[in-house]
């Protein structure tokens, strides 16, 4: 199971810092990836870790403002958002993947419940 957390209101320009915590011995065996949803938009992919933490990749808006990372040690996998713009605002969920450098929705086996996250202009 996943669980994410830390989603909230933020003024634009500023940052926030989404958890994602997993439960289950599997959790440093798999790509953990974030994904967002925006009203009335399909659901995006933003970014994803492989299973070490030792590679990162991510959708070309989250370029240089997005950080993904992990904590095999804490079952933690995480998204420090800087710099967040209104167009940022949506649904964010983290989600495990048994397949490196996945990033298609369909790759994902496991599925967090999603967190909000509203930028004000």
């Known amino acids: 199971q996943l669980q994410a957390s830390g989603g909230g209101l933020v003024q634009a320009g500023g940052s926030l810092r989404l958890s994602c915590a997993a439960s289950g011995r599997t959790f440093s065996s798999y790509t953990m990836g974030w994904f967002r949803q925006a009203p009335g938009k399909e659901r995006a992919f933003v970014a994803g870790i492989s299973w070490s933490g030792g590679n990162t990749y991510s959708a070309d808006f989250a370029k240089g403002r997005f950080t993904i990372s992990r904590d095999n040690s804490k079952n933690a996998a995480y998204l420090q958002m800087k710099s967040l713009k209104p167009e940022d605002t949506a649904v964010y969920y983290c989600?495990?993947?048994?397949?490196?450098?996945?990033?298609?929705?369909?790759?994902?086996?496991?599925w967090g419940q999603g967190t909000q996250v509203t930028v004000s202009s």
């Open positions: 989600a495990g993947s048994a397949i490196p450098f996945a990033t298609l929705q369909s790759q994902f086996d496991y």
